[in-house]
């Protein structure tokens, strides 16, 4: 069950999500999932309120996590940590790289793919794709359902063959930052983290689209893992 609760800055919504976290940790398993920088402040919150009601199994019954955090917990029990994060150097250096193995099948970004400066442009609308999930597959089976558009089919198809290799190259060695919440909620959907637990994920959905991705990738893990209830807080048309 989802339960989403919208409302804009000071509308009650920390009061509420403390109020029914309480409710559901007499009951069970509880998870709280906020953003980076709220989660000392969250914590410290849960932590009072369930000091004032003196019940130790209550603080056993909840965990609050930033996304970063829950990242490297289920990483850290499951795998998925092999290779470093890949710093901003090495990126430019692979898509170098993956833009010298296909030039001789490129046609539409022939040219560019000759200037220094694409480099950095087709790492932008990596980052893009990343950003809404878009894997060099989907990108890939979207060129399909291009065919009466020749032109765009043409850009796209060769996006998703640069995407490709650069992915390709990178997972050699290297881990993507932007990839960690995607595998994280891959590994949580076949390990019953969230099984039966009430889940409740605190994010913006203000610019960046980072924001809101990662608040759809979350929901989407925890209904799939069979979580008994989400609660999905967030500002009221925050992109709007």
């Known amino acids: 069950m989802l339960i989403p609760v919208l409302g804009r800055a000071g509308s009650g919504k920390t009061t509420f999500v403390l109020e029914r976290l309480l409710q559901a940790a007499k009951k069970g398993r509880v998870l709280l999932l906020v953003p980076e920088q709220f989660s000392f402040e969250m914590e410290k919150q849960v932590y009072e309120l369930l000091s004032r009601h003196g019940d130790q199994q209550l603080s056993l019954n909840v965990e609050v996590y930033s996304f970063t955090r829950l990242c490297h917990r289920v990483f850290t029990e499951w795998g998925g940590m092999a290779g470093e994060y890949v710093p901003d150097a090495a990126r430019q250096l692979l898509m170098s790289l993956a833009l010298d193995q296909t030039r001789d099948q490129l046609s539409v970004y022939s040219r560019p793919a000759k200037n220094t400066a694409f480099v950095g442009r087709m790492l ?117």
């Open 124 to 240: 932008r609308q990596v980052d893009e794709f990343k950003n809404a999930g878009v894997s060099p597959d989907r990108l890939q089976s979207v060129c399909e359902q291009l065919e009466g558009d020749s032109a765009l089919a043409g850009k796209t198809r060769e996006m998703a063959l640069i995407y490709t290799y650069y992915q390709a190259l990178l997972q050699n060695r290297f881990q993507d930052e932007k990839d960690s919440l995607l595998n994280c909620c891959r590994l949580l959907e076949g390990q019953g983290y969230f099984r039966g637990c009430t889940v409740f994920i605190v994010q913006s959905t203000f610019p960046p689209a980072d924001n809101l991705m990662e608040l759809l990738l979350m929901i989407d893990a925890a209904h799939r893992a069979s979580a008994h209830r989400v609660i999905a807080v967030m500002p009221y048309f925050g992109w709007a």
